[in-house]
């Protein structure tokens, strides 16, 4: 009492006698100011954006992720970057870099990929946060593709949907199929399927551990590619990085016919591995469409990538 008796005799605000308690509050918002201020600006560091950069790509940034798109080359994510650290091979040689969308099965259209889904420009709209191209309607499929890109902040997450529309005057069946370009640089790829599912078998060294299969890639002369029927995601390791993309689990019944859920695809050498997913195989009338989903996730990840349960346990979470 006696303290406070002696505050009050000398604390003054603004040339007006103010009692201790009084100053005690004044204190504590300050304080409360202070904590807002401080937490307005990490949250202005970190915040999600839609931005163009100066070549006019388009910059999805999400916290430390930063994914660009260029519309004007098919729609391809060019980068996936966490921080400074990228992901996604950087080839300039044709169909050897970046992330692209195709129509499954394969056997409809064979080689080279669909212009107008691939290589042609596609048309951007914006709407907040998603940002939407669209392609044009293929000559020999009648079918046209969009991709809505959107941030989830709460999940440190990428999300992309596919849609194919039918744009012709007959029904056609088609399934959605992703592909992601990363180096060849010793990384383990590994996913949920049993080993006995990954076709052909004995192609690729796949191995069974902790509940998943694992591949550390490795170089040969020639291509190869594996099928699989996995459990709704997939996961690549290498050089600090964990990539996992989560998409719609399917049963052995519902991909395009000798396709897979889950494809993976190491070129000669040691040069690039295509991560691969595809969607349900489904009936589309003229003018319906079907959408399909992928979220992507990169963190860092520190130590040799080898499998392991710890490894399982951050893909789970």
């Known amino acids: 009492m006696l303290l406070e008796k002696k505050v009050q005799n000398n604390l003054a605000v603004d040339g007006k006698v103010t009692t201790f308690a009084e100053t005690i509050k004044q204190l504590q918002r300050m304080k409360q100011l202070l904590t807002l201020l401080l937490f307005v600006i990490a949250v ?101 593709i969009s991709k809505a890109f959107a941030i989830d902040e709460k999940d440190k997450a990428i999300v992309i949907t596919y849609s194919i529309i039918n ?68 996961a690549y390791c290498a050089n600090g990085l964990l990539l996992v993309k989560r998409f719609e689990d399917l049963d052995a019944s519902q991909p395009a016919p000798d396709e897979a859920e889950i494809q993976v695809y190491v070129n000669r050498g040691k040069s690039y591995i295509e991560l691969e997913s595809q969607g349900a195989y489904t009936a589309l009338k003229p003018k319906e469409a079907l959408s399909w989903t992928v979220r992507w996730y990169l963190m860092p990840y520190e130590g040799t990538p080898t499998p392991s349960a710890d490894l399982l346990k951050l893909i789970k979470k």
Do not use: H
């Not at 939407?132 to 046209?144: A, H, I, P, Q, Y």
């Open 44 to 144: 202005g560091c970190t915040a999600a954006t839609v931005e163009k950069d100066a070549e006019g790509r388009y910059c999805l940034k999400n916290g430390n992720l930063t994914m660009t798109i260029d519309a004007e080359k098919g729609g391809k994510i060019l980068s996936f970057k966490y921080g400074d650290q990228e992901i996604i091979s950087q080839s300039r040689w044709p169909e050897s870099f970046g992330s692209t969308f195709w129509t499954s099965p394969q056997k409809e259209w064979y080689w080279p990929p669909v212009p107008e889904y691939d290589k042609k420009p596609y048309t951007v709209e914006e709407n907040g946060d998603v940002l939407k191209m669209t392609s044009e309607v293929s000559d020999k499929l009648k079918c046209r």
């Open 167 to 234: 744009e012709g005057d007959e029904t056609r069946k088609v399934a959605p199929w992703e592909i992601t370009r990363v180096q060849n640089v010793g990384g383990l790829i590994f996913f949920d399927a049993p080993l006995d599912s990954i076709k052909p078998a004995g192609l690729m060294n796949f191995k069974e551990a902790n509940g998943a299969v694992w591949y550390q890639a490795d170089e040969a002369n020639e291509n190869r590619k594996i099928n699989a029927d996995g459990k709704g995601w997939l």
